[in-house]
């Protein structure tokens, strides 16, 4: 034991608390000096608040005797600590946490047996059907709380070190409805289906056509309905590792609407899917739940496909937006002017040097973010200007010591944006930038490509489902209309409103643009908004007078 007394350990206690993160990959004691251990008040008054030597792997910091300061989160200079004070005390609340200073989940989502319950990835639909939206940044925790109620995860009430077996578990949670609940799960009584988050690594799992895994699971008697709801009749004879970001991830959504089971778990539903797509999607969910108990969510031929493009032009300084349902051949068209795919007639592409980020993004680099910048992008990766207009506002300072491979699909997301932009090309091809991407980095995502491109005096082809974010990038659309997975004709590029409204049309629904936020916002069906804007033929946007 130290003269200065023993390190207090973060117990759950009746006190008012505040959180202490330290970030595994980014603390460097090593290297750093102890700069938090020294300038903190508490440690100079003779208490163990931050433990930490030469020889550690972490600092560990004592959420006890921790004042709140911050002087340690400016003082790292790595980021690596993060102090949050909560705004009321949650001790006695925990639900889960993964270790000592992370991440730590208060209270969950409470599903009510015994009654028809929908979540949508943290969307609650009651037995009156009306839904509440949980919303949230990444890592918040919706995920994991997700896992906790599939019974994938076991809540370990915050007692990290020494987890509860179930019996205590159960008595935690007496009274309430998560009694019960988890009850169910521990007796076998529950059925799960679990529609995966990252709907991209399901070809690694799954192999055949989707007309034989389909048939595999198909217990419910609906699977044809839901073939048609989920537009997949076209797609039964393709490999699964054929699919598209958009394919996959309704091939995910049939696959669990057509299996029986009591709960059913859908994992952002919606990334990747175009509009029209996404009201199909929330439509087939909504009308699942009526025999449901429980619902929980979070020219190129190519086979029997045939896409043709009209001629068009581009200029510098533009970005291009190309629009579609999924499966009209927009990442066909990319990967053609990327080079990866030739087309069938013997047609001139431009030549022009590129850089493609693609729409599936598959980490293979065995090292830390830091060294596949340097030997990706050396040049642009130390020039002042790209930091400042680039890797800045994506932060990816909070990335640059993790290793490739254990990044999510957010945090792999805005790697790839990096590196995309970090290439010298005068044609950057990006497919689905948004995936992945929360509310507000998906902001910070646009505005990073919008300016690197105009400063830059360059193009971008970029093809994009996130409605506000297509909208805010486009100078100019490219329309693909047609029949999915089977023919499409991509159009020459037309101005935004000519090309939104064309777009809009073919898909029968009408936006119009917020009075106060000046956002895009879809009108419900027959409206009185929705019906003045179609007899009009404004499907986008009406202007407020």
């Not at 595999?216 to 490999?239: H, P, T, W």
């Not at 999607?281 to 979070?298: E, G, K, Q, V, Y």
């Not at 830390?368 to 932060?395: A, C, G, T, W």
Request: aromatic share 6%; net charge positive; glycine share 6%.
């Amino acid at each position: 034991m130290s003269r200065k007394g023993p390190l207090q350990k973060n117990e759950e206690t009746d006190k008012p608390l505040r959180i202490a993160i330290v970030e595994k990959d980014r603390c460097k004691p090593k290297n750093c000096g102890l700069l938090c251990k020294r300038s903190c008040p508490v440690v100079k008054m003779g208490k163990q608040c931050i433990v930490v030597e030469t020889s550690s792997t972490i600092a560990e910091i004592s959420e006890v005797l921790c004042i709140g300061c911050g002087i340690c989160v400016k003082k790292c200079p790595y980021d690596a600590i993060k102090i949050i004070n909560l705004p009321s005390n949650l001790a006695n609340e925990t639900t889960h946490r993964y270790s000592a200073n992370s991440f730590k989940l208060h209270r969950l989502p409470t599903p009510r047996t015994g009654e028809k319950v929908l979540i949508v990835d943290g969307f609650v639909i009651p037995e009156f059907f009306q839904v509440l939206g949980l919303v949230g940044t990444n890592g918040i925790g919706k995920s994991t709380a997700l896992k906790v109620l599939a019974g994938k995860l076991k809540p370990n009430l915050g007692k990290y070190d020494a987890p509860p077996d179930w019996p205590s578990i159960l008595q935690y949670f007496r009274g309430s409805e998560l009694q019960n609940y988890f009850t169910k799960i521990l007796e076998d009584n529950l059925k799960a289906v679990v529609k995966p988050q990252y709907v991209d690594q399901i070809p690694r799992a799954a192999k055949g056509t989707v007309e034989s895994l389909l048939s595999r699971k198909a217990d419910k008697g609906n699977r044809e309905q839901v073939q048609k709801d989920m537009e997949l009749d076209g797609l039964l004879q393709r490999q699964i590792e054929q699919l598209s970001g958009g394919e996959l991830q309704r091939f995910a959504i049939a696959m669990c609407c057509i299996q029986k089971a009591d709960v059913y778990m859908f994992d952002e539903p919606s990334s990747y899917l175009d509009v029209k797509q996404r009201l199909r999607a929330a439509s087939l969910i909504r009308d699942m739940i009526a025999a449901t108990t429980l619902c929980l969510i979070l020219s190129k031929n190519l086979g029997s496909f045939k896409l043709n493009v009209e001629a068009g032009d581009f200029s510098d300084s533009e970005i291009i937006v190309m629009l579609g349902e999924n499966g009209t051949g927009k990442t066909t068209m990319i990967r053609m002017l990327a080079g990866s795919l030739k087309p069938d007639e013997e047609v001139e592409m431009p030549n022009m040097t590129v850089s493609y980020k693609p729409q599936k993004i598959s980490p293979k680099y065995e090292n830390i973010v830091r060294h596949m910048l340097h030997e990706k992008i050396p040049n642009m990766y130390m020039h002042p200007q790209f930091k400042s207009d680039v890797m800045n506002p994506l932060m990816m300072d909070q990335l640059m010591d993790r290793e490739v491979q254990t990044l999510s699909g957010g945090e792999l997301q805005r790697v790839a944006l990096v590196l995309c932009l970090g290439k010298t090309a005068s044609v950057y091809l990006i497919d689905e930038p948004s995936a992945y991407l929360d509310s507000e980095q998906r902001l910070h995502a646009a505005k990073v490509i919008k300016r690197f491109i105009m400063h830059a005096k360059k193009t971008a082809f970029v093809v994009e489902h996130d409605f506000i974010m297509a909208t805010y990038l486009a100078d100019r659309v490219i329309v693909f209309d047609g029949e999915p997975s089977v023919q499409a004709t991509a159009r020459r590029p037309q101005n935004l409103q000519e090309g939104m409204n064309r777009f809009l049309k073919m898909l029968e629904i009408t936006f119009r643009r917020d009075t106060e936020s000046y956002r895009p916002r879809i009108n419900k069906k027959d409206s009185i908004k929705d019906i003045e804007q179609k007899k009009s033929g404004q499907f986008f946007f009406l202007d407020e007078a």
